[in-house]
């Protein structure tokens, strides 16, 4: 195939081939010195510009100068000051003697005595006797009253003088049994007054007197016929 070119042909091809190869190798240098070159067909990115924070303190300042200010120099001013006046001082006279009054004796009287103490007011003794408990009903068949007394111990008492009586004056005596046991009977229905009980020794009263009132009906819720009160010795 070679055989149909001549010697001229090859010298112009080989020519073409080697400015080719010269093009191409240029090419390739002037990309590697700038890869932004405008026939590059594979350009890389360009890089992202980064912000660089500038220090304030790097900033030059402008610093006044201070300017001398011209004042005017103040003058002294002359006040005048008036010179005291002398005020004419009285002379003084000498003391006069002033007489003393001599203090005579007077009688005085001595103050009273201090009044005696008032006695003590006396405390009334309590009764030997007291009521420690006191109740009632009604009762259809009599007006009456009963109950105990007691020693100290809390044993009954027998042979201790009882008075009972009413608001009119009337009074009987009656004593109680071996166990203590007292009772009185008023009237044989039921009746209406104001009675007592009272507990008496050697003729001498030993308790209060423990009064109450009876009434005249025994159907009624405030009905009072029969009372109980038990008395005890202190």
Not at 68 to 96: F, G, I, K, M, V
Not at 164 to 188: K, L, M, P, R, S
Not at 209 to 216: D, L
């Amino acid at each position: 195939m070679l055989d149909r070119f001549d010697d001229r042909t090859l010298e112009i091809t080989t020519v073409v081939v080697v400015v080719l190869i010269a093009l191409v190798i240029l090419c390739y240098l002037a990309i590697f010195l700038n890869p932004q070159v405008f026939f590059n067909p594979f350009k890389p990115p360009l890089p992202t510009p980064v912000a660089e924070a500038t220090s304030p303190l790097n900033v030059p300042t402008w610093t006044p100068t201070a300017t001398p200010t011209h004042t005017n120099t103040p003058t002294p001013t002359y006040t005048w000051t008036p010179s005291p006046t002398p005020t004419d001082t009285p002379t003084p006279l000498p003391p006069t003697d002033t007489p003393t009054p001599t203090p005579t004796a007077t009688n005085t009287p001595k103050p009273p005595p201090p009044p005696k103490p008032k006695p003590p007011t006396p405390t009334p003794t309590p009764w030997p006797y007291d009521y420690v408990s006191a109740g009632g009903r009604a009762d259809c068949t009599r007006t009456w009253v009963h109950g105990y007394v007691l020693a100290a111990n809390g044993l009954a008492e027998a042979g201790v003088q009882m008075r009972v009586g009413n608001d009119q004056g009337w009074h009987a005596d009656i004593w109680t049994d071996v166990n203590g046991y007292y009772e009185a009977t008023f009237h044989w229905q039921p009746k209406a007054g104001k009675w007592f009980v009272r507990v008496f020794k050697g003729g001498q009263p030993r308790s209060m007197q423990f009064w109450w009132e009876t009434s005249a009906g025994c159907q009624g819720p405030y009905s009072l016929q029969e009372v109980e009160i038990i008395w005890r010795h202190r």
